[in-house]
């Protein structure tokens, strides 16, 4: 199994910009959790998604975030419009209670850097 | 809601000393322990895990064991090398949750 893809790998923006992240999860994991991660805030759950419908989006910084999972294959975090506190890394991660227990598989993340 | 708090870091030992990380839980129920690394430049990865009381969980030559009796479960190595210098994040999952709950990351430095 590849793992779970996540593309772009980086992404240099200028403030303003809608920027748009994707993730390929592990093929016949169900859950998938979209992260955040900078060195003020640590590691931030952002949404959750269970067979392609998200359950909890309080992690969801404002309005600006928005998440889809139009198939259990594939999901993408937008920001639109994109602001400087929005820099950090960006993992995608899934996870099959059923054939792993509650183990989470992270992908490499997006570096984000919004100028 | 569940919470986990681990040792503030960084954590800066000699190549060979004796690795302990302290992780400590809140939760409701009965939830799955976690241990996972995160290597400069990559996603986190698991590293050993622990789903019932008492239970230890095993890798790489590190152990940590489930004490529920202290809700903790601090993250082990005899011997740590260089190689191991990166972050470790203690977690728990399940316990009434679906969420996933991670502590902030102890970062290890080993030197030469």
């Known amino acids: 199994d590849a793992g779970v893809i996540q593309s772009p790998r980086h992404e240099v923006t200028e403030m303003g910009q809608e920027v748009t992240l994707r993730c390929k999860p592990i093929?016949?994991?169900?859950?998938l959790f979209w992260y955040r991660q900078t060195m003020m805030r640590g590691l931030e759950l952002l949404i959750y998604?269970?067979?392609?419908?998200?359950?909890?989006d309080s992690g969801m910084p404002e309005d600006r975030f928005s998440a889809k999972m139009p198939n259990a294959s594939f999901s993408t975090l937008k920001i639109q419009p994109s602001e400087p506190r929005d820099s950090a890394v960006y993992f995608c991660?899934?996870?099959?209670?059923?054939?792993?227990?509650?183990?989470?598989?992270f992908g490499p993340g997006t570096r984000l850097t919004v100028t | 809601g569940n919470s986990v708090t681990q040792m503030e870091g960084p954590v800066t030992l000699s190549e060979e000393a004796f690795l302990t990380i302290n992780c400590t839980y809140t939760?409701?129920?009965?939830?799955?322990l976690f241990w996972y690394v995160q290597y400069p430049g990559e996603g986190l990865q698991l590293l050993l895990k622990?789903?019932?009381?008492?239970d230890k969980g095993s890798n790489k030559g590190f152990e940590a064991t489930y004490r529920k009796e202290t809700t903790s479960f601090h993250l082990e190595k005899g011997s740590v090398q260089v190689s191991d210098s990166a972050v470790y994040f203690c977690?728990?999952?399940?316990?009434?949750?679906?969420?996933?709950?991670f502590g902030r990351g102890t970062s290890l430095i080993v030197h030469p």
């Open positions: 622990a789903t019932k009381a008492d």
């Open positions: 991660a899934s996870s099959s209670r059923d054939r792993d227990g509650y183990e989470q598989y």
């Open positions: 093929s016949g994991h169900n859950s």
């Open positions: 977690a728990l999952y399940g316990g009434g949750s679906y969420i996933p709950t």
């Open positions: 939760a409701t129920g009965y939830p799955s």
């Open positions: 998604f269970n067979n392609n419908v998200p359950i909890d």
